[in-house]
């Protein structure tokens, strides 16, 4: 299969086989003393260690005393892409968000999309993400996935053209941006002098987007929403992202315990009293939001919240219920969706997908278990997933027994060569295997900064770029050439 | 601002102000043991230092007899001792990291930084080389991490429960810190009656040097050594060294600036002045200010002290009641 790399025509490494795109930034690269870069790396380390933007890895224990926190391995090179193909990307993001979001209005409405027969009733309605408590909810602007992070592969095409797949869209908490942010701040440090001889669209703007996005979405009670992130608490593998967005955007970082109802509205405890918020960047699942509605253990939300955003009086961002556009099970009808609602042919692609609930699927997924990737419907972070070429003989055979037993919960889709990027390994530059997010913001209309977050698999040949399973960063140029 | 947050603030900087002066009091001890001195009155002091923090069982479950390498160990880096060095700055960086958006990114990476050298220099075997160091470092990074909140932070509501927390518990260090010193010497000096109230830990010492290098460390431990000096112009005489760390208003470790302190904060947080926690401290510090030395000591020093931590305790709660988040 003919591999793509973001820099290199070709593999191996050929200097005369750089992308127009990269010519100049291969060029400084050379300049720089091997040395040099082992400091930078090292520097930036210290630096990412200092400021602390860390993340938990779920019972790991860290040795140095410092509990659960590990860095996320930030890589030096950039992945650049030229400014044309980002405006394509960009008009497929936009359109494919805003069908995303008329099809999760539909859902919960008319339901026009399944009485049309595109997707099969059972489908939508016995899913587990489909929230019949949201079933004639209006919610303002009609967005529900306010903030959505698309993630976005590069891989040849049957013609062996290099073209952008999505691979999934994440519509429920997705995270990340402050990566995308804190590597550009860590390059510009680093590496002033790149930025001046490269047009670098900037990112850092970002916040004051989302804030724009959030008050754009604040009920009718108020013209003057007060906005609140909803977090989790410390020990969640992203307490940093949530930290660093409400103090970038100057509200409050509220936990559960934070929040109370009071004839119908929400309030925070405040050392001056009980004061009223009106929107909830919320980056805790539908499950844990209100005991009284979903998980009734959970303490991570708040009791009666989901009366108090029924009567409209509190935006929740991202709404509830948005799973059911992001289930991998709902995934192969997005193209459908785009010209149902908007009349328009999908300018991104989707990656071919078998869905194992059909028989014939299921026979071939079964017959090629070796070369395709299984995706458990509902998983996500890279978890409960296989990807055939990778895994050993037992791996598959074990796989085999899990699909058979509960062939409703699994898709599967041919193991795209993921198009790689030079990155620094302990050996030196090496091509490794890398995706990118961009954050796609809905409120009065759709937008975005230009990129978002690449993330990079630095284990040799690895598929997964996940964070938890030893992913790292790259900072993301959208570029001017 | 939420009570969650306050919360966190008041208690980041208590923790911080404590980790300081635990390596205050180890330090003098420590400056003491390298001075020549029977066995029994170096045992004392380690003593006394486990008492003043409400120590000493838990440290002679664990560790039995007294040495003073044990009792540096138990107070740095044991890890199940609530109020060693190593606890209290961890408690430190939790709070901060609790709330680490409502600081600015200087304070959060102040108490970051001194986190991780921190176990970098445990790990690396630097306290056990130079104690002195180790505690002076200690005292730096106090000195830092208030620094950089006062010349930081914007001055709201953060900044005053930070300053709260900061104030309130250095009163409540400071007041143990002279009552284990005064202790330790010829009880029968302050007040008639208080011999029994003591426990172990009282020695008889009448020598002249002793005397001096004794009321010089105290001085020292909380950095009044010269202040002592510019105030007084005199020999060093216990009734003014009690004097200058309970009721001299200038004196910034001093029992009375502490409260002068939280009584302006709680002012800054709140417009009612009817709330209990002011009332409290408002009551606490005029006596302070209108108290004179020689009716403390009348009554017995020990005996005062202890009824002064006890309404200490009493504010915090008071201020945990009405501002923070009640346990």
């Known amino acids: 299969m003919h591999k793509f790399d973001e820099m290199y025509a070709q593999l191996p490494y050929i200097d005369s086989a750089v992308r127009p795109h990269y010519r100049n930034y291969l060029d400084w690269l050379k300049r720089q003393d091997p040395q040099t870069m082992r400091d930078r790396r090292e520097e930036a380390e210290m630096i990412f260690r200092r400021v602390g933007i860390t993340f938990a890895v779920y019972g790991d224990k860290d040795e140095d005393g410092s509990g659960t926190e590990r860095l996320i391995p930030f890589d030096l090179i950039p992945r650049i892409i030229p400014a044309h193909e980002w405006k394509d990307m960009q008009k497929g993001l936009v359109q494919r968000v805003t069908a995303l979001n008329r099809f999760i209005h539909d859902v919960y409405h008319d339901q026009e999309i399944l009485k049309a027969g595109l997707i099969p009733s059972e489908q939508v309605l016995n899913n587990a993400q489909f929230r019949p408590e949201m079933m004639g909810v209006d919610v303002p602007n009609g967005v529900y996935s306010h903030i959505s992070g698309v993630d976005i592969v590069r891989a040849p095409n049957a013609a062996g053209e290099g073209e952008y797949y999505v691979l999934e869209d994440n519509l429920r908490v997705p995270s990340g941006v402050s990566y995308m942010l804190e590597d550009r701040k860590m390059m510009m440090r680093l590496f002033p002098e790149l930025f001046s001889q490269h047009r670098v669209a900037p990112v850092a703007h970002y916040p004051d987007l989302l804030l724009e996005t959030l008050r754009a979405s604040g009920p009718s009670t108020t013209d003057n929403p007060t906005v609140v992130v909803l977090t989790p608490g410390m020990y969640n593998s992203a307490y940093f992202e949530h930290a660093f967005l409400a103090q970038q955007m100057g509200v409050e970082l509220v936990e559960g315990q934070d929040l109370f109802v009071k004839d119908n509205f929400l309030y925070m405890r405040t050392t001056r009293g009980p004061k009223r918020v009106d929107v909830i960047y919320r980056r805790v699942d539908d499950d844990f939001l209100d005991p009284k509605v979903f998980r009734a253990t959970s303490t991570l939300g708040c009791a009666g919240l989901m009366d108090v955003y029924r009567a409209g009086h509190v935006s929740i961002c991202n709404a509830v219920g948005t799973g059911i556009a992001d289930d991998k099970s709902i995934y192969p009808y997005v193209p459908q969706m785009i010209e149902f609602y908007l009349g328009e042919k999908p300018i991104l692609n989707n990656v071919p997908t078998f869905q194992c609930r059909k028989k014939d699927d299921l026979a071939y997924t079964l017959a090629n278990l070796d070369k395709l990737v299984v995706k458990e419907v509902h998983g996500a972070g890279g978890y409960g997933m296989l990807v055939g070429p990778a895994a050993t003989k037992a791996e598959i055979e074990e796989f085999r027994q899990v699909l058979i037993a509960k062939p409703d919960g699994y898709i599967s889709q041919p193991t795209l060569s993921l198009s790689s990027s030079p990155t620094y390994v302990e050996s030196g530059i090496a091509p490794r295997h890398i995706d990118l997010r961009p954050f796609v913001l809905s409120g009065k209309s759709v937008q975005m900064v230009p990129g978002g977050l690449t993330r990079v698999a630095l284990k040799e040949g690895s598929l997964v770029v996940n964070s938890s399973q030893g992913g790292g960063t790259k900072d993301t140029w959208i570029l001017e050439v | ?327």
């Not at chain 2, 960086?93 to 600015?104: D, I, M, P």
């Not at chain 2, 005064?182 to 830990?201: K, P, R, T, Y």
């Open chain 2, 1 to 327: 601002m939420l009570s969650r947050t306050a919360d966190h603030l008041f208690w980041m900087s208590r923790y911080t102000e404590r980790a300081e002066n635990t390596a205050r009091l180890l330090d003098v001890n420590y400056q003491t043991s390298l001075l020549p001195q029977s066995a029994e009155v170096a045992q004392m002091g380690w003593q006394g230092l486990l008492s003043i923090s409400e120590l000493l069982p838990s440290y002679q479950a664990r560790h039995g007899d007294i040495t003073p390498q044990r009792v540096m160990e138990f107070m740095v880096k044991d890890e199940n001792n609530p109020s060693s060095i190593i606890s209290c700055l961890r408690a430190a960086r939790e709070n901060a990291r609790a709330v680490r958006g409502s600081l600015t990114t200087e304070v959060w990476e102040t108490q970051n930084q001194t986190w991780l050298e921190l176990n970098r220099m445990l790990k690396g075997g630097e306290f056990e080389r130079d104690p002195g160091q180790f505690f002076e470092w200690v005292k730096f990074r106090s000195h830092l991490s208030r620094g950089v909140t006062v010349g930081t932070m914007l001055m709201d509501e953060a900044l005053h429960f930070m300053r709260l927390g900061t104030f309130l518990e250095r009163a409540d260090n400071t007041a143990r810190l002279v009552d284990v010193k005064f202790h330790a010497v010829a009880h029968d000096f302050f007040g008639q009656n208080q011999s029994q109230s003591s426990g172990a830990g009282q020695v008889q010492v009448k020598d002249q040097d002793h005397d001096f290098y004794h009321w010089s460390a105290i001085l020292r431990s909380v950095s009044g050594f010269e202040i002592y000096r510019k105030v007084y112009r005199d020999v060093i005489q216990p009734e003014r060294v009690a004097e200058l760390l309970i009721l001299r208003a200038d004196m910034p470790r001093s029992l009375h600036a502490c409260l002068n302190e939280v009584v302006n904060n709680i002012a800054m947080v709140s417009d009612d002045h009817a709330i209990d926690s002011y009332r409290r401290a408002g009551k606490l510090r005029a006596e302070m200010e209108f108290g004179r030395i020689e009716e403390i000591l009348a009554n017995g020093l020990h005996a005062y002290l202890t009824q002064f931590l006890d309404r200490v305790n009493e504010i915090g709660a008071s201020i945990s009641r009405e501002f923070l988040v009640p346990n």
